[in-house]
């Protein structure tokens, strides 16, 4: 299976690699084109623009900063919508609003193409060896063909149901973390204060 990749922080390039030292092709993007380097001599194909890597491959996936990025890579110039049709997947695996995710899925879907939001639990670490856990939301469809992608990137993945479920669970695992880590440092300074 070939998958483009839209975007090469810290998640996206551990996550290209993934993809790639698991057997699949893949074409990366990203807006400094440099960070392709280290990707390409792995094996991976460059795409120039958004554009270009939908137009390659029948599932794009992105992994970027905030809902400003994920919106200007769909939207803009040679972005995403220029070449997304009834025979293409989009997978934006951002942490975005609800309404980011709907939005970006209305315009996907305007095109005839497929769309799911999937963010996911877990950081630079779990992104390194595919332990990462998957919260998926939209195309039914979409989920089913990209679950082999899926398998290599997270220890488990979870269709959600409708696009915005993926962006609130995502909100509820953040804010479940919080809680422990908050509790967990309380519990470490309480026996200080006692002394």
């Not at 915005?164 to 967990?184: D, P, Q, Y």
Request: hydrophobic residues 45%.
């Amino acid at each position: 299976m070939e998958v483009g990749f839209l975007g090469l922080g810290i998640m996206g390039k551990a996550m290209s690699m993934n993809l790639l030292k698991n057997g699949f092709k893949v074409t990366v993007w990203n807006r400094t084109l440099s960070k392709c380097n280290e990707l390409v001599a792995h094996g991976a194909s460059v795409g120039q623009t958004p554009a270009e890597v939908v137009k390659k491959c029948k599932i794009t996936i992105a992994m970027l900063s905030d809902p400003a990025a994920a919106l200007s890579v769909v939207y803009e110039k040679d972005g995403v919508l220029e070449q997304i049709c009834s025979s293409k997947g989009y997978i934006d695996m951002s942490t975005v609003d609800p309404e980011t995710s709907s939005k970006i899925n209305e315009a996907i879907a305007s095109k005839g193409g497929q769309f799911l939001e999937a963010p996911v639990s877990g950081s630079k670490q779990p992104a390194e060896t595919g332990q990462l856990v998957i919260l998926a939301a939209g195309d039914k469809a979409l989920y089913d063909a990209a679950v082999p992608a899926f398998d290599v990137l997270g220890k488990k993945s979870f269709f959600l149901g409708q696009v915005g479920n993926g962006a609130r669970m995502k909100l509820v695992v953040n804010m479940t973390m919080g809680s422990i880590m908050n509790a967990f440092s309380e519990g470490l300074i309480r026996p200080i204060e006692a002394d």
